[in-house]
């Protein structure tokens, strides 16, 4: 659906955008069809946010390209961000280092980069892709003491 994103179509489009762990899901719709999907993965752990309790990514992230240019990922994002915080979840991201809209999204909202390193996931040709790793707006510093 959207460019570059997933770098390989899934087998099972429906599991890919209902991962093991979701919370919840949102799409975006326009016109009558699917533009944009978001959902909240929980119970995760990550080296970047260490000591973080109650830690959520945000994944399969996502906007049409002919639906680009109408606020849908921010609004995708904001759901999401908003479902977090009423869930007392400290939300972050990745997104891969060569995503400049995307990246120009995050840090315009006011996401804080916390790390850069290889995703994960292998590409079709078997690399770890370099990505980033952002912490959303007002997220708990797991440094801080509660």
Do not use: K
């Not at 069809?33 to 959902?39: E, K, L, P, R």
């Not at 906007?63 to 606020?71: I, Q, W």
């Not at 990505?131 to 007002?138: D, G, Q």
């Amino acid at each position: 659906m959207a460019d570059r994103y997933p770098l390989s179509w899934p087998a099972d489009p429906v599991r890919w955008l209902s991962p093991a762990g979701c919370l919840t899901a949102w799409v975006a719709e326009s016109g009558g069809a699917v533009a944009g999907h978001v959902c909240v993965v929980g119970g995760v752990s990550d080296p970047a946010v260490a000591g973080a309790r109650d830690l959520a990514t945000v994944s399969r992230l996502f906007v049409a390209p002919t639906a680009r240019g109408r606020n849908l990922g921010e609004s995708l994002l904001a759901t999401a961000t908003a479902y977090a915080a009423d869930q007392s979840l400290q939300l972050m991201l990745d997104v891969v280092d060569y995503g400049g809209p995307a990246v120009a999204l995050y840090e315009r909202l006011g996401w804080r980069l916390i790390d850069r390193r290889p995703a994960n996931w292998t590409a079709p040709d078997g690399t770890r892709l370099p990505v980033r790793v952002y912490l959303a707006p007002n997220g708990r510093d797991a440094s801080a003491p509660d």
